[in-house]
Structures are given as C-alpha cells and as structure tokens.
C-alpha cells in the first residue's frame, strides 16, 4: 500500500540533544512538507521540499533543518536550538507544488523533551 | 500573512443532530480545503473548494465556500459518533506553495 511513513512514533529527549525524525513516502509524490502541531495551534509549517535538492523554510524554520536527497525521503532534524520543542511533528506529501492541498500525512511523530 | 479562523473552537453535539463549522479567511480564498484528524493521528483529506459559492458534499458532510471566497462552511447531518475528531480548514499560503491551516474545531459525539 502507498502512504507515509514516519518514524519514531514516540521520542523522549534530553535538552540540549539534537533529534532526527524520519519521513519516507511511496506515492512518487514530489513534495513534500513538515508541520508542527500544538495543543489548539493547529499546524504550522516548518519546511517544504517541491523538488529533490532543494527545500524551503516555511513560518516557524528556526532550530530546525532538513535534507532532500532522495525523492521519497525528507527528515526533519529539530536541533538544540529549537528552544520548545516538545510536540506533535507531522509529514504529508503532495504530487507536485500545482496540488499543495491534497496533502497525504504521515500518522505523526510525538517528541517529548524531558 | 493570511489568517484562518475556525469557530467554534470546540464543539459537543448528542448523536442524530446537526452541526455546522466555520472557517473565516483574512484574505481572499483561492483554494479552501476540510481535513480531519482523530487525535494523535495523520489528517485525512475531506473536500476542496475553489469556486465562490461551490458546494461539495461527502456522505453525510458537506462544505460550502462563500461568493465571496472568505468564509467557508462545514456541515454534518445527524451525527454519528464516527464523526468524532478534528476538523481543520487550509488554504494556500501567499506564495500557493504551502497549505496554511486554523487551529481547528474539536468535536465529540455523545451517543
């Protein structure tokens, strides 16, 4: 079955350690997104990718980064700098930058910092 | 930067009634979009709507976008507990790269 995957559904972390948090879809969509989500915040966006080797910051980039080398993959590493980030981390894709609202989502990574 | 306003916030409806949902744009809409998320999980796609005064409907769920394209809203007709969740209205951020999205409207279906 196509979808995506994310991975770790649960991570605890230590302040002051950085965390990698996996993406890896098999739609052959081309892009790609991360979303943050608070308790009543909805999401807001972190990165997105419309092309391999290439992504973008979105609303909230700072303390975060992100790779692109390969189509199906796109992980979100929430770095030391990230100052609150405990939270629900979400991936979804889309066919191509014409079709940013059908999104598919990953069913999300919750990272807790202790 | 364009501001999605979801009203209300959270809503409880006994099962069999009615509801609606309410999403207000700051700006313009070219492209209004229903998800919904039970808690914990990924967001499923419900419909999309572009055109002012375009209505879709899906089962029992329908969506309206406005004519003037800054409001848009859910309704969902006797309730079932399976209706039970989040439900988040997007539109494409300033650039049409992203989806911008409300806070969402949490509802619970008392049986």
């Known amino acids: 079955d196509g979808g995506i995957t994310q991975s770790p559904k649960y991570l605890f972390r230590k302040e002051g350690q950085n965390v990698t948090l996996s993406c890896e879809q098999n739609?052959?969509?081309?892009?790609m997104y991360w979303y943050r989500q608070d308790p009543g915040q909805g999401l807001r966006l972190i990165y997105y990718s419309q092309i391999v080797n290439d992504f973008q910051k979105g609303d909230i980039a700072e303390g975060y980064s992100v790779s692109r080398e390969k189509k199906e993959s796109f992980p979100l590493t929430v770095t030391s700098a990230q100052k609150n980030p405990t939270a629900f981390y979400l991936c979804a894709s889309s066919i191509d930058q014409a079709y940013t609202g059908e999104l598919f989502f990953g069913e999300g990574s919750r990272l807790t910092v202790l | 930067s364009q501001e999605l306003e979801q009203s209300p916030q959270s809503l409880i409806v006994q099962e069999g009634k009615n509801l609606t949902i309410n999403c207000t744009s700051s700006k313009t809409l070219y492209g209004l979009y229903w998800y919904k998320q039970k808690y914990g999980e990924g967001l499923i796609f419900l419909m999309m709507?572009?055109?002012?005064?375009e209505e879709k409907s899906h089962e029992k769920i329908t969506a309206k976008l406005d004519e003037k394209k800054q409001q848009s809203s859910l309704h969902i007709t006797a309730s079932q507990p399976s209706h039970a969740g989040i439900y988040l209205c997007g539109a494409d951020n300033q650039a049409g790269t992203a989806l911008i999205f409300g806070k969402g409207t949490t509802l619970s279906v008392s049986s």
């Open positions: 739609l052959n969509h081309d892009a």
């Open positions: 709507l572009q055109k002012g005064g």
